[in-house]
Structure formats: C-alpha cells, structure tokens
C-alpha cells in the first residue's frame, strides 16, 4: 500500500503514488481562500503555475472566498510524466457515459473510498467496489482503488464528520485534483466526467471552466462535458452490460440504490421514457405520487425539465409536471394528503400576499 | 486601405490584413449552428480545429442551435505568429481595466466601427475614436482602427439593419474572433475584456470558456478579468486620465454618455459607490428619480446589489433597492406617476392571483 500524507490528510492506494507535495496543492489553495490567508504552495509546475491565479479569483468568487496572496516556486521537474488515460469512476450516469464514450482511450478506472461514501461506510463501499470490478473486467480496464481521508474525519462518534473547508459541492474538484495528481505515476491524462451540459453553467466545485486549468505538465486534467442527463442515459441503455451496475444513490443505504431519493427517481423516469425496464437496477417504487412528491432544487430542476414530454406515460409525465410547478411556485410538492393540500394553500396565500404588496415597496 | 470580403461581408483597416479565409471561420461555423446546416469550413490550423467541436458544442447549447458535422481540411502551411499584444477597446469600463491592469504588455488597442456604433452613426463614432486616440497617446499605444459590416447591414432606410444570425449577446464574441484573425499580422496575442464577473457567469458571446477556444497558432486568445464591476471600477478611478474618457453608453446620440441609459446610470451609480461625485465623462443627471425608472434584467440583479454599499448616499441606496425589488417582483419600475402606479397594481394583482391559484396544479 503506498501512501502520501500532508499534514494529517492522506491518500492511499495499491497503485504507485507521487513522491511529491504537488498533489496537496489544490487543497492548501482552496484552504487560503476560504480562510483568508496567504498560501506558500511550494514546487508548482509551469502550467498550473499560469492558472493559479486565476483557479484562485474562481474560487474566491464562487465560495466566495478571498483573493489570498500565493507563493510558489516553479519546478519544471516537479512530477515526472507517465502513460495511460484515467477516468474517475463511481458507477453513476455521468461516469458510464464517459467510459463508453472514451473505452479506446481509457486504460485506469478510479474509484475512491472516502468522497461520496464515508469510509466507516465498509459494507456499501464493498458493494460498489464488486461492481466496479466487474466493470473493470467487462470493459478491460484497470481498477485503481484509492482511499482517503479528505472528505470525512474519523470522530469519537459513530459516524465520520466532514473536515472539509467549504461545501463539498465546491470542494470536490479540488479534492479530485489532489487524488489526480496523487496518482500521476499512472496516467499522463485524466477524465472527470461532467454532471451538467453546456446549457447549464452553475457554479460547482468541478466545472468545465475549473476542471481544465489544474492541469499540470504531467497530468492533463479534461472535464468530459457531454450530453444532457436524459440522451446520455439514452446511450447508456443501449449497452445492457452497463445498466445492471448503475449507482447513482448517496443514501449509501445497504440497498445499491434506494429507489426513493430525488437522484434515483429522476433516473427511474429517464429509463422509462426511454423504455428501458428499470427492475434490474432499482427497486419497483417508482409511481406518479412518489415522483410528484420529490422537492426540487435549482439544482436538479434541470434535470427534471429534460424528462418532461420525453415520452413517459402521462401519468408519470404529469406528475414531473406537478413537481416542476410546485418548485417555480415556491410550494410544498404535493403529496395527496390533506395535511399537505392545506400547507400548500397556506404557502401560496402567503406569495399572494408578497406580491400584493410589493408595490408599496419599502425601500 | 486594407480589406478582407466573404460573401458580401468585410473587415477594413489600414493596417496589414491576413490574407487566407480563416478570418470568416467564426461567422460560417455560428450561421451553421443557426440553420442546422453542414459546413464547410475549409483550412482550419490544427490548433482551431482542435477546439472547433466544442465551440459548436457550446454555442449549440446556448444560442440554442444545432450540433451540425463539420468539415474542414487541415491547413499545413502555417503563418508564423507575430510580434505584439492586442486589445479589443470600446472605451467601457471592462476594457479600460484590460488596459490599466495590462499596460505593461499590451502594444494594440482595437477600436471597431460597425461592432456597438453602426457604420452610419459617422459622428458617434468621431467621438470615440477621438478618445481612442487620445487613450492610445496617454498609454502609449498604437491605436487600430478597423471598420466592418458584419454587425449592421446597410440598408435604404435611413437606419443600418443588424443581419447576424442569432442575438448580438451571443454573436459579439464571433464578430471579435473574426476581426482578430483578420488583424493577425499585428499581433500573436489579443484580450478580450470580460463583461462578467466569474460569480455571475450565464451564456454570453465572450465567456471565459469560449474565448480562448477561438485561440489558432497565430493568435492566442485571452478572456480577462472575471473581476465584478465595483472593483474594476476601483482601478479605473485610481486614473483621471481614463475615468475622463469612459465611454459605456450604447444609445449613439452624437454625445459621449446619455446619462441617461441603463448602462449609464449603472456606471455613475457604481461611480458614486466609491466616492466619485462629478466625472467629466458623464452629463450631472443621476437622481434617485432616474434610478428608480430603470427596468434590468434578472442576470443583472447581482451587479446592482454590489453597488448597495454605505458609501452610496440613502436616497440612491433605496432606489437602488427599488429596482431590484421590481425586478424580483415582477413590477414595472416606478416613475411616481399615477398611470405607472397603477399599472404596478395591476401587476400586483395577476401577480398576486397567479400565487394564489398555484396549488391547484392544473398539470
């Protein structure tokens, strides 16, 4: 097992690690930013150390966070380029698409104990990580399996905390970054698979304008923008080895997808519409009431707008309505229960009112 | 007089032109996007073609247009890049930050008639290419001037009529790219002025994602800045000399800044933020009055809310305020005339009755 630490974070893998302090780079930034302090981040290689400044003015305004001053020293011999082409890997919509689109090129998959699943969470990640083996072997790949403590702090409690400095939303790219280059004795490029389409530009941790510019001279670093959500889920059912292993769930449940959360419902719908039988990977919890009652965020409102006259039957199809328009109305989903038709009635009395009034306009 | 033409659209100068077509790549390839049609690029540099995907990719998703094929040869013999460091300048408060921040570096300012000012607005333009002129002398830089059809078209009526394909938000950063390839023989590197904030990115025609894609082996594209407004606008007051020659006024009524326009009122607005009570570059016309009459955007509510700061004298403040409420509630600005306030009511009312009905849900 090799291992890098900095202070008290590690990264450890099977894989051979960097025997730089490069990799902790994107953390120490990040770090200052949102702490506000100057950051001395050592040996930078030339090409990160042109974007530096600029990862820094991203970070600083997406935090937000501050405009810390940065000291480093270029080392153009900071880490020695190596071969093969990595992709993260989790299982879920976005990284399947990604390791179909790109099999030619693809010689490491990187799944990561430690990001979205704690590691005290041994017995989901073990799951996953049979999966993941089997798609490994499916596709011929190498499966680099890393753990770190990144994310979560081992505490006196039976859960982990996390110890990250800001969001995890907004970490997270940067936390992929570290582990990139944590692993540059294995690949000379690597691919993160994108979330969102090109429609869709919100500000999030790894993002096509972010992602690019922690390449290093040893380490390309490509955030693979593709498709909307709903047409890479329709490339994904045409290979039927992959559906069966889809997770897209971070309940981390002992079930590999809950089949109740907004993430695995939304999926649920996208294969439906797309007629694909989503018994092999989810549970059959899938009805119009449970999809009219999901709360949305901006967030995901995107993806839900996709699935819209898609072809779902119309029950389905007006429920995604109805969730859709309690979202844009600022209401409660609805649910059917009386309880929650008055709470409903209550929460649009109270727009009503705001909007009455909003020509007094008491500024 | 130095010209280039494709299909009756031209660039002019009196400085050297290129003498291939790549120049009109950008406009062939967005008119496609546009109309769903294949194209026929011809010689595309490696280094373009590279990227041609995604910026069909990226427009494609926020014009919104089509993925179209792309077809082009790959141009062997490659111009050698040239001496000298370029800057678009329209004589805002985005490029005169470029330049200040920059001055070290930057040999060209790039002035075009026919890109905010139309080719007919003859005395418009006079004027700012006096302050041009007199910039370039301070800065001492070279001052370029180019003139081109590819914004408005001319037309019998009295008026030029704008023909570009798509909105000119979206198309002005193509119009830039061609006149940069039409200028490559005076320069390996050119600025473009951000106009956003990295907190408050949206799809627009210069985007710090799109611009450097348009980067060919002759010419290196650079999206500057990302800075938000009030801060830029710190730099610009630091320099009589160029708060003196602002120019942000779109309205080419034959004077310099209406005082009068969104744009305008927004700049002195900011101005008045930071301390600065009478600039020579704008008429004395900001009243809380004017303020308050003022219709934005909703993508624009993020730069209005910077300005609200306790250096902004009350009465401003609140009008500021104002126009922000109006446009988050959907009101008309107030003029304090009768008629207006009653058309706010009357918003008010749809307003207030859309609220109230919504839990009906008529999905």
């Given at each position: 097992?090799?291992?890098?630490?900095?202070?008290?974070?590690?990264?450890?893998?099977?894989?051979?690690?960097?025997?730089?302090?490069?990799?902790?780079?994107?953390?120490?930034?990040?770090?200052?930013?949102?702490?506000?302090?100057?950051?001395?981040?050592?040996?930078?290689?030339?090409?990160?150390?042109?974007?530096?400044?600029?990862?820094?003015?991203?970070?600083?305004?997406?935090?937000?966070?501050?405009?810390?001053?940065?000291?480093?020293?270029?080392?153009?011999?900071?880490?020695?380029?190596?071969?093969?082409?990595?992709?993260?890997?989790?299982?879920?919509?976005?990284?399947?698409?990604?390791?179909?689109?790109?099999?030619?090129?693809?010689?490491?998959?990187?799944?990561?104990?430690?990001?979205?699943?704690?590691?005290?969470?041994?017995?989901?990640?073990?799951?996953?990580?049979?999966?993941?083996?089997?798609?490994?072997?499916?596709?011929?790949?190498?499966?680099?399996?890393?753990?770190?403590?990144?994310?979560?702090?081992?505490?006196?409690?039976?859960?982990?905390?996390?110890?990250?400095?800001?969001?995890?939303?907004?970490?997270?790219?940067?936390?992929?970054?570290?582990?990139?280059?944590?692993?540059?004795?294995?690949?000379?490029?690597?691919?993160?698979?994108?979330?969102?389409?090109?429609?869709?530009?919100?500000?999030?941790?790894?993002?096509?304008?972010?992602?690019?510019?922690?390449?290093?001279?040893?380490?390309?670093?490509?955030?693979?923008?593709?498709?909307?959500?709903?047409?890479?889920?329709?490339?994904?059912?045409?290979?039927?080895?992959?559906?069966?292993?889809?997770?897209?769930?971070?309940?981390?449940?002992?079930?590999?997808?809950?089949?109740?959360?907004?993430?695995?419902?939304?999926?649920?719908?996208?294969?439906?519409?797309?007629?694909?039988?989503?018994?092999?990977?989810?549970?059959?919890?899938?009805?119009?009431?449970?999809?009219?009652?999901?709360?949305?965020?901006?967030?995901?409102?995107?993806?839900?707008?996709?699935?819209?006259?898609?072809?779902?039957?119309?029950?389905?199809?007006?429920?995604?309505?109805?969730?859709?328009?309690?979202?844009?109305?600022?209401?409660?989903?609805?649910?059917?229960?009386?309880?929650?038709?008055?709470?409903?009635?209550?929460?649009?009395?109270?727009?009503?009112?705001?909007?009455?009034?909003?020509?007094?306009?008491?500024? | 007089m130095n010209r280039v033409t494709?299909?009756?659209?031209w660039i002019e100068s009196e400085?050297?032109l290129?003498?291939?077509?790549?120049?009109?790549?950008?406009?062939?390839?967005?008119?496609?996007?546009?109309?769903?049609?294949?194209?026929?690029?011809?010689?595309?540099?490696?280094?373009?073609?590279?990227?041609?995907?995604?910026?069909?990719?990226?427009?494609?998703?926020?014009?919104?247009?089509?993925?179209?094929?792309?077809?082009?040869?790959?141009?062997?013999?490659?111009?050698?890049?040239?001496?000298?460091?370029?800057?678009?300048?329209?004589?805002?408060?985005?490029?005169?930050?470029?330049?200040?921040?920059?001055?070290?570096?930057?040999?060209?300012?790039?002035?075009?008639h026919g890109?905010?000012?139309?080719?007919?607005?003859?005395?418009?333009?006079?004027?700012?290419?006096?302050?041009?002129?007199?910039?370039?002398?301070?800065?001492?830089?070279?001052?370029?001037v180019v003139r081109t059809n590819?914004?408005?078209?001319?037309?019998?009526?009295?008026?030029?009529?704008?023909?570009?394909?798509?909105?000119?938000?979206?198309?002005?950063?193509?119009?830039?790219?061609?006149?940069?390839?039409a200028?490559?023989?005076?320069?390996?590197?050119?600025?473009?002025?951000?106009?956003?904030?990295?907190?408050?990115?949206?799809?627009?025609?210069?985007?710090?994602?799109?611009?450097?894609?348009?980067?060919?082996?002759?010419?290196?594209?650079?999206?500057?800045?990302?800075?938000?407004?009030?801060?830029?606008?710190?730099?610009?007051?630091?320099?009589?000399?160029?708060?003196?020659?602002?120019?942000?006024?779109?309205?080419?009524?034959?004077?310099?800044?209406?005082?009068?326009?969104?744009?305008?009122?927004?700049?002195?607005?900011?101005?008045?933020?930071?301390?600065?009570?009478?600039?020579?570059?704008?008429?004395?016309?900001?009243?809380?009055?004017?303020?308050?009459?003022?219709?934005?955007?909703?993508?624009?509510?993020?730069?209005?809310?910077?300005?609200?700061?306790?250096?902004?004298?009350?009465?401003?403040?609140?009008?500021?305020?104002?126009?922000?409420?109006?446009?988050?509630?959907?009101?008309?600005?107030?003029?304090?005339?009768?008629?207006?306030?009653?058309?706010?009511?009357?918003?008010?009312?749809?307003?207030?009755?859309?609220?109230?009905?919504?839990?009906?849900?008529?999905?």
């Amino acid at each position: 097992m090799y291992r890098v630490t900095d202070k008290d974070i590690g990264i450890e893998s099977d894989a051979p690690l960097v025997n730089s302090q490069e990799w902790a780079i994107p953390l120490r930034l990040v770090e200052s930013v949102v702490g506000g302090k100057p950051a001395n981040l050592g040996d930078v290689s030339p090409l990160l150390a042109r974007n530096l400044v600029t990862i820094r003015d991203i970070y600083a305004a997406w935090i937000p966070g501050h405009r810390c001053s940065l000291t480093f020293e270029i080392n153009s011999s900071v880490t020695a380029p190596a071969s093969g082409v990595s992709l993260f890997f989790s299982g879920g919509v976005d990284c399947f698409y990604s390791l179909v689109q790109h099999d030619d090129e693809i010689d490491n998959l990187i799944l990561i104990h430690g990001f979205d699943i704690p590691l005290a969470e041994t017995k989901t990640f073990e799951q996953i990580l049979e999966q993941a083996r089997e798609v490994a072997r499916l596709f011929k790949k190498r499966l680099i399996v890393v753990r770190t403590n990144l994310h979560w702090e081992e505490s006196r409690l039976y859960t982990e905390r996390p110890r990250i400095p800001c969001d995890w939303g907004m970490y997270f790219g940067a936390a992929l970054a570290a582990v990139a280059y944590a692993l540059a004795p294995n690949h000379r490029k690597i691919y993160i698979a994108s979330s969102t389409s090109y429609a869709d530009l919100h500000q999030d941790g790894s993002h096509q304008l972010l992602d690019p510019l922690w390449s290093t001279d040893a380490v390309q670093i490509v955030h693979d923008v593709g498709e909307k959500r709903i047409d890479k889920l329709r490339v994904l059912a045409q290979h039927p080895e992959v559906l069966p292993r889809l997770r897209v769930c971070w309940e981390n449940l002992d079930n590999y997808n809950c089949g109740l959360c907004e993430k695995c419902i939304r999926t649920m719908l996208g294969l439906r519409a797309l007629g694909v039988n989503n018994s092999i990977v989810f549970p059959d919890t899938l009805t119009p009431e449970l999809v009219s009652a999901q709360k949305l965020t901006d967030r995901c409102v995107v993806y839900w707008r996709e699935l819209l006259d898609f072809g779902l039957p119309a029950d389905f199809n007006a429920a995604v309505r109805s969730a859709i328009h309690s979202f844009e109305n600022g209401l409660p989903p609805s649910t059917g229960h009386f309880k929650r038709g008055v709470k409903r009635w209550l929460y649009a009395a109270r727009n009503a009112g705001r909007a009455l009034i909003a020509p007094l306009d008491r500024t | 007089m130095n010209r280039v033409t494709d299909r009756g659209f031209w660039i002019e100068s009196e400085v050297p032109l290129a003498n291939t077509n790549e120049w009109s790549i950008p406009l062939r390839l967005v008119e496609s996007v546009v109309k769903g049609n294949p194209v026929n690029l011809g010689r595309v540099s490696p280094r373009l073609a590279d990227n041609l995907e995604t910026i069909c990719d990226i427009y494609a998703a926020w014009i919104p247009g089509h993925k179209i094929p792309l077809e082009y040869e790959l141009s062997s013999n490659l111009a050698a890049p040239e001496n000298g460091v370029s800057l678009f300048f329209s004589g805002g408060v985005d490029s005169f930050y470029s330049l200040i921040k920059l001055r070290d570096e930057i040999d060209n300012l790039v002035l075009i008639h026919g890109f905010d000012i139309p080719l007919a607005e003859t005395k418009t333009f006079e004027l700012a290419l006096k302050q041009a002129r007199e910039v370039a002398r301070h800065f001492s830089k070279r001052l370029i001037v180019v003139r081109t059809n590819l914004h408005w078209e001319e037309s019998r009526l009295y008026t030029e009529r704008s023909w570009i394909p798509c909105d000119w938000g979206m198309y002005h950063g193509v119009v830039l790219a061609a006149v940069a390839y039409a200028l490559a023989p005076n320069h390996r590197k050119i600025y473009i002025a951000s106009s956003s904030s990295y907190a408050h990115l949206h799809p627009w025609g210069t985007h710090p994602l799109l611009d450097p894609l348009w980067s060919n082996e002759a010419v290196h594209f650079v999206h500057d800045g990302g800075e938000t407004r009030l801060n830029k606008l710190r730099l610009v007051i630091q320099h009589p000399e160029a708060l003196s020659q602002l120019r942000v006024c779109w309205e080419n009524l034959g004077i310099n800044n209406c005082g009068l326009c969104l744009k305008c009122v927004k700049t002195m607005l900011g101005l008045r933020a930071l301390g600065v009570v009478h600039c020579a570059a704008f008429p004395d016309t900001l009243t809380p009055e004017l303020v308050r009459e003022q219709a934005i955007f909703p993508r624009s509510i993020d730069v209005w809310q910077e300005m609200l700061c306790p250096e902004l004298p009350p009465a401003l403040n609140a009008a500021a305020q104002s126009v922000i409420h109006n446009c988050q509630s959907g009101l008309p600005p107030s003029t304090g005339h009768f008629k207006r306030g009653v058309k706010r009511w009357l918003y008010a009312a749809r307003n207030a009755g859309r609220a109230l009905i919504a839990p009906l849900d008529r999905t």
